[in-house]
């Protein structure tokens, strides 16, 4: 069965490196294509499997994909029109085992997604993905139990699929309480990926917020221990809340990640996302953050550690580290965050 997954912008080799790592040793899964905020991938097993995936967003099974779309109308009928002969049989057996009960005469709704120009509007490709099913005997329905049918016109590809995930598969139970600038955990599980986590981790977040990344963390495997802090109450207040009596040993301080209490060349792996914007000052005063972190962090890193550190200001992040010779920037990425672009660093010592 051909699936895909969605993932944020920028996670997409993330996301490859997730799916091989837990599903490559089965030999059922078989990797097709990477796409902007998509991969392409057949896998033989139970697709509830596939719904533990971290860095994804969504899950679909895909009915049709045809290749060479272009802007004209013909390649929208090329696309309706490949459903006139598909057989449902084996996708009706993918949504039963995510738990989606398909009655013989099928209730369903279309999304539909465009980008590019063409010669056709989003709302001709959802009109003519709802004919092709209706002639197949499915009924249009807004309720609950509809199946949901994405038809997306994307590059040269045009893909109708139907949606296995639940709107919350990129959320996770853990996370009851909040703060503003709280990360999605799909970046933080990612970030923490970067950071090559490993069991003896002694693992530091100096502004963990709600603690997204401290439980990304301890979720991912095992860890020595993990210590997270924050100027804010309220945000280590979230933290706590969050954390509930699970994930030992780990300690949460309030503190200025400018002025750390920890022993030098004590931190295995230090990942963090470093305020950004106007609410948190002025560009001196971020200026002055971020120069003071970056030297307090490179204090406690042991010598052969990492840091993952996410910042939309690059700019001041890119004039440190210009100053700190000794630290090199081993990867760096382009991501979304919430609309707008941002840049993980994966940091060490040179
Ligand atoms: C972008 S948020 C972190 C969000 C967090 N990763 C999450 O997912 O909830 C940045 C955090 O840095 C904290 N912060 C700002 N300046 C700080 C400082 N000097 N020392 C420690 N924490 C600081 C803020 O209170 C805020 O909680």
């Known amino acids: 069965m051909l699936y895909s997954i969605i993932v944020s912008a920028g996670l997409e080799t993330i996301a490859r490196e997730e799916l091989s790592q837990?599903?490559?040793?089965?030999?059922?899964l078989k990797i097709l294509e990477r796409k902007p905020q998509r991969l392409l991938f057949q896998y033989k097993?139970?697709?509830?499997e596939l719904l533990a995936l971290?860095?994804?967003?969504?899950?679909?099974?895909v009915l049709k994909r045809v290749p060479k779309m272009t802007r004209s109308r013909s390649s929208l009928a090329a696309l309706s029109g490949s459903l006139s002969r598909f057989n449902f049989k084996e996708v009706f057996e993918c949504c039963k085992q995510v738990g989606i009960g398909v009655r013989k005469r099928v209730p369903f709704r279309v999304t539909s997604r465009l980008s590019g120009k063409r010669n056709f509007r989003r709302a001709d490709l959802q009109r003519v993905t709802e004919q092709a099913l209706v002639k197949r005997g499915w009924y249009l329905s807004p309720g609950g139990s509809a199946l949901d049918v994405w038809?997306?016109?994307?590059?040269?590809?045009?893909?109708i699929s139907i949606?296995?995930?639940?709107?919350?598969?990129a959320q996770r139970p853990y996370k009851q309480a909040h703060i503003p600038a709280s990360l999605k955990?799909?970046?933080?599980?990612?970030?923490?990926r970067l950071s090559r986590p490993h069991p003896k981790d002694v693992f530091l977040d100096a502004m963990c917020g709600a603690g997204t990344i401290l439980l990304e963390r301890a979720l991912i495997n095992r860890y020595h221990y993990l210590i997270g802090g924050d100027v804010s109450t309220d945000a280590l207040d979230a933290t706590r809340t969050n954390f509930g009596r699970q994930h030992q040993p780990r300690q949460f301080f309030h503190w200025d990640a400018r002025n750390l209490p920890i022993q030098p060349n004590t931190v295995d792996k230090i990942v963090s996302n470093l305020p950004f914007g106007e609410t948190v000052g002025n560009v001196p005063q971020l200026t002055n953050l971020y120069r003071r972190c970056l030297k307090e962090?490179?204090?406690?890193?042991?010598?052969?550690?990492?840091?993952?550190?996410?910042?939309?200001?690059?700019?001041?992040?890119?004039?440190?580290?210009r100053q700190l010779r000794f630290l090199k920037v081993g990867k760096q990425l382009t991501v979304d965050v919430r609309g707008k672009q941002a840049w993980i660093y994966v940091i060490h010592f040179a």
Request: a neutral charge; proline letters at 4%.
């Open 22 to 28: 837990r599903f490559g040793d089965t030999g059922h």
């Open 45 to 48: 097993g139970n697709p509830r």
């Open 54 to 61: 971290r860095t994804a967003e969504h899950l679909f099974c």
């Open 151 to 159: 038809a997306e016109v994307h590059g040269d590809d045009g893909y």
């Open 163 to 169: 949606k296995l995930s639940k709107n919350d598969m």
């Open 185 to 192: 955990p799909t970046l933080a599980y990612s970030m923490v």
């Open 297 to 321: 962090y490179a204090r406690v890193l042991k010598p052969r550690g990492r840091m993952v550190l996410l910042t939309s200001q690059h700019t001041f992040l890119d004039d440190e580290l």
